[in-house]
């Protein structure tokens, strides 16, 4: 349990990276920072204490196994958030073509 | 963006072929050992990167046209739809046609799951690819980098 | 369970160096160790599939995130964050922190997973599927519907990139000092 509280810090963490520093790019940051707390909290719900890892092979039987149905949802997780974040670089840049800072103090000041 | 010195293209054009050889062994293995079609497709993607990176854009640009990747994209995602709508007459969705499954632990077992993975990888590999290609022509007026 | 902990504190170190550093580049690389961090942490967790996207997907983000940020954030401007947003962020996490540890207390301990659904999977993953990974059979045969919603996002993600960055750009205003906070 000590873990899982660990897990949420690191959430909280990434969160004021997103509202509290002013360059673009920091936002970002935390926004992956945040993706990693979230994927890890759902594997993290899903050991077993002495469980492997679950692929069968031909050498054992059915053993325990560790929680197969949380790898597969974060699995998907992670790829999308790899899309997400491309995203958000490509408009980073633009907007750096478009007003020449990543702060967004002055580009909410710029108009036009 | 430019290319880098003579000894990272002399080494670049043997591993470049191990990258990639190595991305298809994960998507065509990935019933059997951990994996996949998503790791395999961005490891397949990583190989070209690794080849524009040390050669330069601009010698990319020539072995590699637009055409062909926009097609290898956009027919993964069809595959993979197909493969999913070819049971639709009876009602299914994404049945596992094959009735004979195959032995176990072998390459050519597990029904349609080979062949998810190959469309998958295919798609997730030219995909990311194009977002890179994208990212690295994308230059200012005036401001090289 | 040590090794849990070890790695944990070294995310959650390397989270705040990479939050609280001045220059762009450099907290770009201390991400790249939290990454890293994390697919060590998929390892100890026993779960391979998770580790090997994590380490690919993390190279990938790293190029792209370093080509955003080349030569574009090397400023000395020493800024500093309005106040009510910083209390703002006290009041939040303490009421964030309380919140999920009276949530966590309901769930089941660290190692002692429920696993009411996934029993069914993995006793019949081998003999209605025939492959010998369960979590890919999971994601393609008996969840395929939710891979095919992947596969729709990763699409529609490469459709926006390619659409915003299209053609060259004009000539760039002149550059300015820009925060590094």
Redesign the interface.
């Known amino acids: 349990?000590?873990?899982?509280?660990?897990?949420?810090?690191?959430f909280?963490?990434?969160?004021?990276?997103l509202?509290?520093?002013?360059?673009l790019?920091?936002k970002?940051?935390?926004f992956?920072?945040m993706e990693?707390a979230v994927?890890?909290f759902f594997?993290?719900?899903?050991?077993?204490?002495g469980?492997?890892?679950?692929?069968?092979?031909?050498i054992q039987g059915?053993g325990i196994?560790?929680?197969?149905?949380p790898?597969?949802?974060?699995?998907?997780s992670?790829?999308?958030?790899?899309?997400?974040?491309?995203?958000m670089?490509?408009?980073?840049?633009?907007i750096?073509?478009r007003?020449?800072?990543?702060?967004i103090a002055?580009i909410r000041r710029l108009k036009g | 963006m430019k290319g880098m010195s003579l000894i990272v293209k002399r080494v670049t054009r043997y591993t470049v072929g191990l990258i990639l050889l190595f991305g298809i062994y994960i998507v065509a293995h990935g019933h059997l050992t951990p994996g996949g079609g998503f790791a395999g497709g961005i490891i397949i993607a990583l190989s070209f990167i690794h080849m524009v990176l040390a050669f330069g854009k601009d010698e990319a640009k020539k072995n590699m046209p637009n055409k062909l990747i926009s097609i290898g994209e956009s027919a993964g995602a069809l595959l993979f739809l197909a493969i999913g709508l070819v049971g639709i007459a009876g009602g299914f969705f994404f049945l596992n046609f094959f009735v004979n499954k195959g032995e176990p632990f072998h390459l050519l077992s597990a029904g349609t799951i080979p062949l998810c993975n190959i469309a998958i990888g295919l798609k997730v590999g030219t995909g990311l690819f194009a977002i890179f290609m994208a990212l690295s022509l994308f230059r200012l007026a005036g401001k090289e980098d | 369970m040590l090794e849990f902990y070890v790695v944990m504190v070294f995310m959650i170190l390397g989270a705040l160096v990479a939050v609280e550093l001045r220059g762009l580049l450099s907290s770009v690389i201390t991400v790249g160790a939290v990454g890293l961090g994390l697919c060590v942490m998929f390892l100890l967790l026993r779960a391979p599939d998770l580790a090997i996207t994590q380490l690919v997907v993390e190279i990938l983000m790293l190029i792209v995130l370093i080509r955003a940020t080349v030569g574009r954030g090397v400023s000395r401007i020493h800024c500093y964050s309005s106040f009510w947003i910083i209390l703002s962020f006290a009041l939040f996490s303490v009421v964030f922190l309380a919140a999920s540890y009276m949530a966590i207390k309901e769930l089941p301990n660290f190692g002692q997973a429920l696993m009411s659904v996934s029993d069914f999977y993995i006793k019949n993953a081998l003999t209605k599927t025939g492959a010998a990974n369960i979590v890919a059979s999971v994601i393609l045969d008996f969840r395929a519907y939710d891979t095919l919603g992947e596969a729709t996002v990763l699409f529609v993600s490469v459709m926006g990139v390619l659409a915003l960055l299209r053609k060259k750009g004009r000539k760039a205003i002149d550059e300015r000092d820009e925060p590094d906070c």
Not at chain 1, 65 to 69: A, F, G, N, Q, T
Not at chain 1, 71 to 76: G, K, S, Y
């Open positions: 349990m000590p873990l899982l509280l660990m897990d949420m810090v690191l909280l963490i990434g969160f004021y990276a509202i509290a520093k002013r360059n790019i920091k970002v940051i935390g992956g920072i990693y994927n890890l594997i993290l719900i899903g050991y077993k204490e469980g492997e890892a679950p692929i069968l092979s031909k059915l196994y560790v929680d197969p149905l790898q597969a949802l974060i699995l998907t992670i790829v999308i958030g790899l899309g997400v974040t491309a995203l670089v490509a408009l980073c840049i633009r750096y073509q007003y020449g800072t990543f702060d002055q």
